[in-house]
């Protein structure tokens, strides 16, 4: 049987689209970062606010 999923060869275009896709991951990453940095903050916050 042939596999379905062979690599290709990747052009001009390849290489476009990986950096597209390395510049989206990491802009994904420290978006996610921030979240969790802006959620780690406010317990201080929360406790404050329900007493």
Same mark, same amino acid.
């Given at each position: 049987?042939?596999e =379905? !999923?062979?690599?290709? =060869?990747? #052009? $001009?275009?390849g290489? #476009? &689209?990986? *950096? /597209? @896709?390395? %510049?989206? @991951? $990491? +802009? !994904? @990453? %420290? /978006? &996610? $970062?921030?979240?969790? &940095?802006? /959620?780690?903050?406010?317990? *201080? $916050? +929360?406790?404050? *606010?329900?007493?």
């Amino acid at each position: 049987m042939a596999e =379905k !999923n062979s690599p290709k =060869k990747h #052009g $001009k275009s390849g290489d #476009g &689209r990986e *950096d /597209r @896709l390395k %510049a989206a @991951l $990491k +802009a !994904n @990453l %420290a /978006r &996610r $970062k921030a979240q969790a &940095r802006a /959620r780690a903050t406010p317990e *201080d $916050k +929360a406790g404050k *606010d329900e007493g």
